[in-house]
C-alpha cells in the first residue's frame, strides 16, 4: 500500500501564504497522477488541483486559478501545493490523492488518499 503523507497546514491570515507537501512512501512515485482535493466546511470535497505523472500537465479548479501552483518532484517522492493570496473561502482540510491519470482525478477516482490537513484562513 503507497503511504501519502502531507505537511503544511495551518493557520494563515487572508492574504498569506502557505506550501503543502505530500510525501509518497513508493519508489513508483512517478508513475501516478497526483492531486489536491478539499472538503471545506457544510460542503463537498473537490479537486483543487491536479498534476500528471510527468508534470507536464495541470489541472486548477476555477476558484484557484493564478493562486495557487501545484508541482512535483518526483526524485524526492514529494508532491506540493504552493497557495498564495489566501482567503477565508480557501479554509478546508486539504487531501492529497494519487491515481493514474489528472483525468482519473476529476472524475474522483481515487487509489491512494492522504490524511488530510487542515488549513484555516482568517480575516
Known amino acids: 500500500q503507497v503511504q501519502l503523507v502531507e505537511s503544511g497546514g495551518g493557520l494563515v491570515q487572508a492574504g498569506g501564504s502557505l506550501r503543502l507537501s505530500c510525501a509518497a512512501s513508493?519508489?513508483?512515485?512517478?508513475?501516478?497522477?497526483m492531486g489536491w482535493f478539499r472538503r471545506a466546511p457544510g460542503k463537498e470535497r473537490d479537486l483543487v488541483a491536479a498534476?500528471?505523472?510527468?508534470?507536464?500537465?495541470?489541472f486548477y479548479t476555477d476558484s484557484v486559478k493564478g493562486r495557487f501552483t501545484i508541482s512535483r518532484d518526483n526524485a524526492k517522492n514529494t508532491m506540493f501545493l504552493q497557495m498564495n493570496s489566501l482567503t477565508p473561502e480557501d479554509t478546508a482540510v486539504y487531501y492529497c490523492?494519487?491515481?493514474?491519470?489528472?483525468?482519473?482525478?476529476?472524475?474522483?477516482?481515487?487509489?491512494?488518499w492522504g490524511q488530510g490537513t487542515q488549513v484555516t484562513v482568517s480575516s
Open positions: 490523492a494519487a491515481d493514474a491519470t489528472i483525468a482519473h482525478l476529476r472524475g474522483g477516482e481515487v487509489d491512494f
Open positions: 498534476i500528471s505523472w510527468s508534470g507536464g500537465n495541470t
Open positions: 513508493t519508489r513508483t512515485f512517478a508513475n501516478f497522477a
